[in-house]
């Protein structure tokens, strides 16, 4: 299947800091990519949703200012964390879908752990 | 708005046993993408298998097979042989053909114990 990279894989940053999150398509055009939070033990949270060279539209309960998400062109969407406080530690997962594959089955980064301190 | 219901938090299966999982959905749709996810302790998700609504013949992938049912809107996940490796959380979930957002149901936790 096609190959989405998530970087990085886990990241530490202090309180009041920016954190950001790059998810890639590596062999296929994304269209659309999202982005998820996990809680420990729990199931897959969308929380935006992005098209390339458009504004992500973000789920209810979702702070857009806080969660900040580019797509900028078909490979990569950034997810940034931005004045990060210790609630915000989860695990944050993308996925993508697009051409050259199919535009329903959803590939999966591997994942950032986040933990502010 | 669709919703996928898996209503077995935990499960344990003895190594080479059969295990089924459940997953219920809603949605008003004739058409749609059911799947199941697997997320082992790297927590990368893995896609299992995935299901086409309109075809009616179940998917099979090796040891995996599903029992759709559409009038029920059931969506189950057989695990034949289970192997250790098969210790993980499994999400069953749904992507309708106008949209691309992929729902999912709160995971069941399979445990295969030697």
């Known amino acids: 299947g096609a190959v989405v990279s998530q970087h990085p894989s886990w990241v530490i940053c202090k309180s009041g800091t920016s954190v950001k999150i790059e998810c890639r398509s590596l062999d296929f055009q994304a269209t659309t990519m999202f982005w998820y939070r996990q809680f420990p033990k729990q199931s897959l949270m969308l929380m935006a949703t992005?098209?390339?060279?458009?504004?992500?539209?973000?789920e209810q309960g979702v702070e857009k200012d806080k969660f900040l998400i580019n797509h900028a062109s078909l490979t990569l969407s950034t997810l940034t964390v931005t004045s990060a406080h210790p609630e915000d530690s989860s695990f944050y997962i993308c996925?993508?879908?697009?051409?050259?594959?199919?535009?329903?089955?959803?590939?999966f980064g591997q994942g950032t752990r986040l933990t502010v301190v | 708005a669709q919703t996928v219901t898996q209503s077995q938090p935990e499960m344990s299966v003895q190594e080479a046993e059969t295990v089924t999982l459940s997953c219920t959905y809603d949605t008003s749709e004739s058409n749609y993408y059911l799947f199941w996810y697997k997320q082992p302790p790297s927590r990368q998700m893995i896609l299992v298998i995935r299901q086409e609504a309109y075809k009616q013949q179940n998917a099979t992938e090796n040891r995996f097979s599903v029992n759709f049912q559409k009038a029920a809107k059931s969506f189950s996940l057989k695990i034949s042989d289970s192997q250790l490796g098969d210790t993980a959380m499994y999400f069953c979930?749904?992507?309708?053909?106008?949209?691309?957002?992929?729902?999912f149901g709160a995971g069941t936790r399979l445990f295969v114990k030697a």
């Open positions: 979930a749904f992507v309708s053909t106008g949209g691309f957002k992929t729902i």
């Open positions: 996925s993508a879908t697009g051409t050259g594959g199919s535009n329903t089955e959803a590939f």
């Open positions: 992005s098209n390339e060279g458009s504004k992500a539209t973000y």
